[in-house]
C-alpha cells in the first residue's frame, strides 16, 4: 500500500501537538516533574463524583437527546446568566459537547468555507489553527507582545481584517500566556467588528479563574451576543478533564448547523458525564473558588521563582500558565526546553507549539502542587546556574 498516496493530504501538512510531546517523554522517565500540561492536580470534587456514581446506580447509560440533557442546558442557561451576564434559550441556543475542543471545531466548521479567513491571536492555544486548515479556511495568526500584557490590540485586528475574513478567535484567559482582555480592551475590540459581516469564537474555558477581575464575555457587549458564539467547558474551573464536557452557546441560526455536525459525528456527550455536571453547575461555585484561591496562590510562587532567577516573567492574570522569556540564557524555546528535561528532569513547553511569535518563551503550568513547583523551580535554577 502507497500510504502517502493515499492519506489526506491537508491531514499530513499539521503538526502533532507540541504539548504532548514533551507530555509522553516525561511519561517514561523516573523522578520526572511535569510542568507540561494543563490538568488541575484536584481530584474532581466529591459531590460532582456521587452524582455520577447515582445516575450509573440508577441505570442511566442511555443516550441523551443530541444537544444533551435539558437539566443541564437549563443550568448552563442559569449559569451563563448569573456569572457573565448572557441569556442564552436552553432549548434552541446550547449544545453540550465533548470538551470545549469539540466545540471549537464545530463553531469553526459550520461558519467557514474554504478559502475563508480565521484570525488566531497568538500564542495560543494548539487547536485554532488545525481546526481552521481542516475546515478548509487559512488561519491568519495576529501576533500578540509581552509589553501589551499579551493583549488583542485594536490596531492589529485592522490591520489583518480583509474582504475573506470570517470569524475572529478570541481566546481569553489566554493558555499560553496567562493574558486577559477588560472590558475596555473588549470594547476597543468591539467596535471593530459591529458593522462587519465577521463572527467571534469566544473560547472563555478559563473565564473562572481570574486574579484580581471578574471576567466579562465580549458577547455581553451591545451589539455582539448576535455575532458571537460562546465556548466553554467543566475541565479547568471544575477539575473535570478526563469527563470530557464542554458546551457552546450561539444564536439558533448558528447552533442549527453546529448541531448537524456534533449529530452525525458525536450523537451525544457521555450520559454519566453531563449528570455530574448538572451537580457542578447547580453547586459548585464553592470548589471554583477554593480552587482558585490556590492557583492564586501558587502563580505568585511560581512568578516570583521566574523572576528570582533571572527569567523575566509576565503576571498572569487569568488561567493557571505562566510564560516565562528564556531569551537572556541564548537558547531557542525548544533547545530550552530539552536541555531542562534531559539535564534536570523537568518537563516545559516551547513557546513555539503555540505559534511562532511564542519563540523566546516557554509554558510552565501552575495547576500542579506547590511541592511540585517549588521542587522545579530549584532545579530550573540548578540549570541556569549550570550556565553562567
Known amino acids: 500500500?502507497?500510504?502517502?498516496?493515499?492519506?489526506?493530504?491537508?491531514?499530513?501538512?499539521?503538526?502533532?501537538?507540541?504539548?504532548?510531546?514533551?507530555?509522553?517523554?516525561?511519561?517514561?522517565?523516573?523522578?520526572?516533574?511535569?510542568?507540561?500540561?494543563?490538568?488541575?492536580?484536584?481530584?474532581?470534587?466529591?459531590?460532582?463524583?456521587?452524582?455520577a456514581i447515582y445516575s450509573l446506580e440508577r441505570g442511566r447509560t442511555y443516550y441523551t437527546s443530541n444537544a444533551g440533557l435539558m437539566e443541564l442546558r437549563k443550568e448552563?442557561?442559569?449559569?451563563?446568566?448569573?456569572?457573565?451576564?448572557?441569556?442564552?434559550?436552553?432549548?434552541?441556543?446550547?449544545?453540550?459537547?465533548?470538551?470545549?475542543?469539540?466545540?471549537?471545531?464545530?463553531?469553526?466548521?459550520?461558519?467557514v468555507n474554504p478559502g475563508d479567513e480565521v484570525l488566531v491571536p497568538e500564542p495560543s492555544f494548539v487547536c485554532y489553527k488545525p481546526c481552521a486548515v481542516l475546515a478548509g479556511a487559512v488561519a491568519v495568526p495576529l501576533v500578540t507582545k509581552n509589553e501589551d500584557k499579551f493583549k488583542l490590540t485594536k490596531q492589529a485586528l485592522l490591520d489583518a481584517i480583509t474582504p475573506k475574513t470570517k470569524l475572529l478567535v478570541l481566546p481569553y484567559p489566554n493558555n499560553p500566556t496567562g493574558g486577559i482582555m477588560?472590558?475596555?480592551?473588549?470594547?476597543?475590540?468591539?467596535?471593530?467588528?459591529?458593522?462587519?459581516?465577521?463572527?467571534?469564537?469566544?473560547?472563555?474555558?478559563?473565564?473562572?479563574?481570574?486574579?484580581?477581575?471578574?471576567?466579562?464575555?465580549?458577547?455581553?457587549?451591545?451589539?455582539?451576543?448576535?455575532?458571537?458564539?460562546?465556548?466553554?467547558?467543566?475541565?479547568?474551573?471544575?477539575?473535570?478533564?478526563?469527563?470530557?464536557?464542554?458546551?457552546?452557546?450561539?444564536?439558533?441560526?448558528?447552533m442549527e448547523q453546529m448541531m448537524k455536525i456534533h449529530q452525525y459525528a458525536i450523537m451525544c456527550a457521555p450520559t454519566a458525564s453531563q449528570y455530574a455536571a448538572v451537580e457542578a453547575v447547580k453547586n459548585g461555585d464553592d470548589d471554583i473558588a477554593r480552587m482558585r484561591e490556590e492557583y492564586n496562590y501558587r502563580r505568585r510562587v511560581i512568578v516570583d521563582g521566574f523572576n528570582k532567577m533571572g527569567l523575566s516573567c509576565f503576571e498572569p492574570e487569568g488561567a493557571f500558565y505562566v510564560f516565562p522569556s528564556v531569551e537572556s540564557t541564548g537558547l531557542s524555546s525548544g533547545d530550552f526546553a530539552e536541555n531542562l528535561l534531559m539535564q534536570e528532569?523537568?518537563?516545559?513547553?516551547?513557546?513555539?507549539?503555540?505559534?511562532?511569535?511564542?519563540?523566546?518563551?516557554?509554558?510552565?503550568?501552575?495547576?500542579?502542587?506547590?511541592?511540585?513547583?517549588?521542587?522545579a523551580l530549584e532545579r530550573i535554577g540548578r540549570f541556569l546556574d549550570g550556565r553562567r
Open 182 to 254: 477588560t472590558k475596555e480592551d473588549l470594547e476597543e475590540i468591539a467596535s471593530v467588528l459591529r458593522d462587519k459581516n465577521i463572527f467571534v469564537l469566544s473560547d472563555e474555558i478559563y473565564g473562572e479563574l481570574t486574579y484580581g477581575r471578574e471576567h466579562v464575555s465580549i458577547a455581553s457587549l451591545p451589539g455582539m451576543w448576535e455575532r458571537t458564539i460562546v465556548v466553554n467547558g467543566f475541565s479547568k474551573s471544575y477539575a473535570m478533564t478526563g469527563w470530557r464536557l464542554g458546551w457552546a452557546a450561539a444564536p439558533k441560526e448558528i
Open 76 to 111: 448552563l442557561s442559569r449559569y451563563m446568566e448569573r456569572r457573565v451576564n448572557l441569556s442564552y434559550d436552553p432549548a434552541k441556543e446550547i449544545l453540550v459537547t465533548v470538551g470545549g475542543s469539540e466545540a471549537i471545531d464545530l463553531c469553526i466548521r459550520a461558519l
Open 345 to 375: 528532569k523537568i518537563a516545559v513547553v516551547p513557546g513555539t507549539a503555540f505559534g511562532d511569535s511564542g519563540e523566546g518563551f516557554i509554558r510552565c503550568s501552575y495547576a500542579y502542587s506547590i511541592a511540585n513547583i517549588n521542587e
Open 1 to 51: 500500500m502507497n500510504y502517502e498516496q493515499l492519506l489526506s493530504e491537508r491531514v499530513k501538512t499539521i503538526q502533532p501537538s507540541g504539548i504532548r510531546k514533551f507530555f509522553d517523554i516525561v511519561s517514561e522517565m523516573k523522578d520526572a516533574i511535569s510542568l507540561g500540561v494543563g490538568e488541575p492536580d484536584f481530584v474532581t470534587p466529591w459531590h460532582i463524583r456521587e452524582e
